[in-house]
């Protein structure tokens, strides 16, 4: 009788044990679903928020390309509306008329210029100032190097090589136009 009581405890204790295994192994099982739940939230939520800051950048980078588009736009229209007026001036030509004739044409291409905009507001920020008006190509390379140069700042932070060539560019375009008796750069 007691031999049957040890065996009838001895399979309790051996199914208790099952039991309690499988009690604890399904609890790990169950932490180890939400835990790979959890980390399925986090890298879904930074896959979003890396998705967003690319959307974000990418805004950015296209408005910052209409702009350099736009002013870009704006001194091809310069340089071609000062090509025009130096060509005008030199078929009129001449020594003691040169000197009215470059007033004539700066006024009439005001007034065609006012005509043309009298619909339109024009935004007097983005045209070049006249005071560094230097030679044409000189300018709008300085315009497009103070543009890369202020992109590449924004996208890395750290000066690098573009700064050095940047800055031997600008003196050496700062230079020629003082050469020149252009005005120099502010």
Known sequence: ???LDLFQWTVK????GEERLAFFESKRERQARRERELEEQIRLHEEQLRMQRDADLEAEINAERELAEYEN????EEIKRMEQAEAEQEQRGGGAEQQP???QPQSSSRQRSSKRSKGRKKDHSKSPPR???MDPG???ELR????AERLRRKAEGEPGDFDMYAAGRRQELSSSSMNQGDPPLN
């Open 13 to 16: 204790l051996n199914v208790d």
């Open 144 to 147: 497009l190097l103070d543009e």
């Open 1 to 3: 009788l007691q031999l």
């Open 138 to 140: 000189a300018a709008l």
């Open 73 to 76: 736009r704006m001194w091809e």
């Open 131 to 133: 005071a560094e008006r």
């Open 101 to 103: 004739a470059r007033e």
